[in-house]
Structure formats: C-alpha cells, structure tokens
C-alpha cells in the first residue's frame, strides 16, 4: 500500500475521537492482505494530552473506548516535563512511518493546529534552546502588550501569528531576543504520503462544551487536579496548561469561587473552540464533514485509490 495518512481535525466537543474510533474499527474489519492493507491505528495531536495523569481535564480516551484500536503518544511524559512540538514532530513521524511500514493506515487526529501542521506540512523549526529564564519574564506580560512588542519588533510574524495565544507570542519573542533577527520563514520538509483531511464542524458547539464541561466536573476533574498538585506539579505549572488545569487550580487556590470557575471556564472554551476553527479554516486542504457517512465515502476513496 501506497504510503496514507488520515487526519481528523476540529473544535474541542466536536466528537473528532469518536470518529476515529468508527473509521479505525471500519478499516480494521474491512483490512486484509487482499487490500494491501490490515487496518488502522491511531496518533493523537494534543498538546496536553501527551501528559500523564491529565485525563479527565484533557478528554482522553479511556482504555474501554479505545475498543482495542492501537494508540499512540498518549500519557509519555510527566506534567513536570517540558514537552513542545519540535519534540512531538520527531516522534509523531517515526510512529506514522513505523504504522505504515506495517501495512496500516495511521489517522492522526487532534485540535492542536500547530501539532497537526507540524506533520502534514513538515514545519523546520528554528533551531533555538528555550531560554525558561526569558520565559517566565515574559509570561509575566499581558498579551495585549506581548503582541504590541511583537509587531515593533517584527511586524512580518504580527501578521501571521495567532495574536491571543500566549504561548505562540512568547515563542517568537525568545527567537527575536536569542537571535537579534525577526523569525525566520517557515521552512517544510513535506511528510512522503499521501494525505486526507477531514474537519468536523458542529453548530451547536457552545451547548457540546457546555454538556461534556458539566460532565467532567462529574467525572473528578477537580479530585484529578489536586492528584496533579499533590505529586509535585506546581501551581505555575497547572496554570500553564491552560482552560479546565488553570480555572480548576484558581478555585483550588480560593482565588475565585466554584460559580466563577465554570463560568469563566465555559467563556474560555468557547473562545479556545473559535480559535481552533479559525486556524484549521486556513488549511484549504479540509474536507468539512457533517456527519459518519460522509467520512467514511471519502475516506474508503483516498484509501483505495
């Protein structure tokens, strides 16, 4: 079989795992030497998911709803690691490759956009060290003022750079202050395989969040929380992580009340699913998916042709 690579995209609460789940189990039960190929196994492109003991406030797939379909990098690193996306590209492509080689089709899915990118467009990162000292200066900043630095200091990056995420303005800072240049262009090193997009898109987004939020809460996302506090993971660094770890370890800290909590966190990700889907928006590339059916069509297509 031709190198393929199937990738989900889309909004948190869109039901991207579900889906995966359905077309690996679909690709399973059709696979054979006959086809050229013997099933599925799946990648996962989540910033936080990567952690382990970050389950419930990261929406990870248990091991029940896994239905014995292969996953990978899932729960490789401690949450007092620094893991970034120079760091998942390297392993995410020896993973895609090794998946392949065995006559199986990889579905890479996730909601980090860049993670996704990293892979599909073989993004070369600039070669410069973490500068934590640096970091933690600039993490100080509102990011109204990071992005305003930004755009003196190279008005080229303010143009593309998502101008609400932190972590991303952050990052293009150290490069300019390590350097004494502005960001150098993006540079590919195009993935060898052919490659599918499927996007999923809902409507009712807002209530989605809102249902699986409330859901969570039910689950023991504050217990997982102060497991995370209580085996060394600090304050700093659960706030750092971002949405349900950085809300949950504020209430935690009596820095706002449980109400507060879920209403700021409700707030947040929405907007986090609104930024999602205006990264992903870019990428021409997506065929937006409605429903099973049609993922399925197209998907049987691109692996058969």
Same mark, same amino acid.
């Given at each position: 079989?031709?190198?393929?690579?199937? %990738?989900?995209?889309?909004?948190?609460?869109?039901?991207?795992?579900?889906?995966?789940?359905?077309?690996?189990?679909?690709?399973?039960?059709?696979?054979?030497?006959?086809?050229?190929?013997?099933?599925?196994?799946?990648?996962?492109? /989540?910033?936080?998911?990567?952690?382990?003991?970050?389950?419930?406030?990261?929406?990870?797939?248990?091991?029940?709803?896994?239905?014995?379909?292969?996953?990978?990098?899932?729960?490789?690193?401690?949450?007092?690691?620094?893991?970034?996306?120079?760091?998942?590209?390297?392993?995410?492509?020896?993973?895609?490759?090794?998946?392949?080689?065995? /006559?199986?089709?990889?579905?890479?899915?996730?909601?980090?956009?860049?993670?996704?990118?990293?892979?599909?467009?073989?993004?070369?990162?600039?070669? %410069?060290?973490?500068?934590?000292?640096?970091?933690?200066?600039?993490?100080?900043? /509102?990011?109204?003022?990071? !992005?305003?630095?930004?755009?003196? @200091?190279?008005?080229?990056?303010?143009?593309?750079? *998502? +101008?609400?995420?932190?972590?991303?303005?952050?990052?293009?800072?150290?490069?300019?202050?390590?350097?004494?240049?502005? %960001?150098?262009?993006?540079?590919?090193?195009?993935?060898?395989?052919?490659?599918?997009? @499927?996007?999923?898109?809902?409507?009712?987004?807002?209530?989605?969040? +809102?249902?699986?939020?409330?859901?969570?809460?039910?689950?023991?996302?504050?217990?997982?929380?102060?497991?995370?506090?209580?085996?060394?993971?600090?304050?700093?660094? @659960?706030?750092? !992580?971002?949405? *349900?770890?950085?809300?949950?370890?504020?209430?935690?800290?009596?820095?706002?009340?449980?109400?507060?909590?879920?209403?700021?966190?409700?707030?947040?990700?929405?907007?986090?699913?609104?930024?999602?889907?205006?990264?992903?928006?870019?990428?021409?590339?997506?065929?937006?998916?409605?429903?099973? *059916? +049609?993922?399925?069509?197209?998907?049987?297509?691109?692996?058969?042709?």
């Amino acid at each position: 079989m031709k190198n393929k690579l199937l %990738v989900i995209v889309g909004p948190t609460a869109s039901g991207k795992t579900n889906l995966s789940i359905k077309l690996a189990k679909k690709f399973s039960a059709l696979g054979g030497s006959a086809l050229g190929w013997n099933g599925a196994e799946i990648v996962s492109a /989540d910033s936080r998911q990567v952690y382990k003991g970050m389950n419930i406030g990261t929406g990870k797939i248990t091991k029940k709803e896994m239905q014995s379909i292969p996953h990978h990098l899932l729960d490789i690193v401690s949450p007092k690691t620094r893991f970034d996306v120079t760091k998942y590209k390297k392993k995410a492509l020896r993973i895609i490759k090794d998946i392949q080689k065995r /006559d199986k089709l990889p579905i890479l899915i996730g909601g980090t956009g860049f993670y996704i990118q990293a892979i599909t467009d073989g993004i070369i990162f600039p070669q %410069v060290k973490p500068d934590w000292k640096l970091r933690s200066s600039l993490e100080k900043k /509102d990011i109204k003022d990071l !992005f305003k630095e930004l755009k003196s @200091l190279d008005p080229q990056r303010a143009k593309t750079i *998502e +101008k609400y995420n932190k972590r991303r303005l952050i990052r293009a800072l150290e490069i300019i202050k390590k350097t004494n240049k502005p %960001v150098p262009k993006i540079k590919n090193d195009p993935i060898d395989s052919d490659i599918l997009i @499927l996007g999923i898109k809902k409507e009712e987004i807002k209530e989605l969040i +809102k249902i699986r939020l409330l859901k969570r809460l039910r689950q023991g996302m504050i217990a997982e929380v102060k497991r995370l506090k209580q085996s060394g993971v600090s304050w700093k660094r @659960l706030e750092e !992580f971002g949405l *349900e770890y950085r809300y949950i370890a504020l209430y935690l800290q009596k820095k706002i009340t449980k109400e507060e909590m879920i209403e700021k966190l409700q707030k947040e990700i929405e907007h986090y699913a609104k930024r999602q889907m205006t990264w992903f928006k870019r990428d021409k590339r997506i065929h937006w998916i409605k429903n099973y *059916e +049609k993922a399925e069509k197209l998907s049987k297509c691109f692996i058969n042709k």
